[in-house]
């Protein structure tokens, strides 16, 4: 990538890589984002997509995050960084790569599986049984088993304080674990009470706290990529394949 070399006022002439005409130390990005958060620790530091950004991985208060600094260090900015062709969201892709989770910590044996239980690629899913996107998202996952048998999505109920019923609607699915159930619920029929005693569905509450996932739906990709929110077909096998 080229760049411009710098002058007083900021950038001139056409000079080489950009790595190699400006950097930006821990030390230097601490300092100047200390006076909008205190608590921030400089993670990594790298030159952004988008010419004249460095892009810093953050922490603060044990979340991580992705701020982009100018070259010249006047300015800063915390929204998410689009690639136009393909709509890339790049941030959120960075933020994926930063709060990568460890997907052995996950156990597996109260989800319910959408798809082959050996596929190569598996995905777990933290769903809300009243959250309509979640309901849209699985609709999607069901598009994307029919067209590739290698994937798979484990599905985990995380019924989120927000829906009064979800919590019930949860343990009644996890009791039994059942797709048919899942489905009624996200078509808004009643389901039955819970068939059995379990703390499954608190085990996972707290289980997502830990991982720091906080909204549905969450997706975990094989490699421990987290990602939320409705996604389409097309956008899932992207995802997880990778491409």
Do not use: W
Not at 67 to 73: A, C, G, H, M, T
């Amino acid at each position: 990538m080229m760049s411009f070399a710098a002058d007083s006022s900021g950038f001139s002439t056409k000079g080489q890589d950009c790595s190699k005409c400006h950097t930006l130390k821990k030390d230097e990005a601490a300092k100047l984002l200390k006076d909008f958060d205190q608590a921030i620790k400089i993670k990594n530091i790298s030159v952004s997509p988008a010419k004249y950004l460095f892009e810093v991985s953050v922490e603060s208060n044990g979340k991580k995050g992705v701020v982009y600094i100018d070259f010249p260090k006047k300015h800063l900015f915390t929204g998410s960084l689009y690639q136009i062709i393909g709509k890339r969201n790049l941030t959120q892709e960075s933020l994926s790569e930063i709060n990568k989770v460890n997907v052995s910590q996950i156990p597996l044996g109260d989800a319910i599986v959408l798809g082959e239980k050996n596929a190569q690629y598996k995905v777990i899913v933290f769903t809300d049984p009243d959250c309509p996107f979640c309901g849209k998202l699985h609709e999607e996952m069901k598009k994307v088993i029919k067209e590739r048998k290698d994937i798979s999505f484990s599905i985990k109920m995380f019924p989120l304080k927000m829906h009064a019923g979800a919590y019930d609607k949860a343990k009644a699915i996890v009791c039994e674990k059942s797709l048919v159930l899942l489905d009624n619920a996200f078509a808004k029929k009643s389901l039955p009470a819970p068939k059995c005693k379990t703390t499954t569905v608190d085990d996972t509450i707290k289980l997502a706290a830990k991982l720091g996932i906080t909204s549905t739906p969450a997706l975990v990709m094989p490699d421990g990529r987290v990602v939320s929110g409705f996604k389409d077909a097309n956008t899932l096998k992207g995802l997880i394949l990778k491409k």
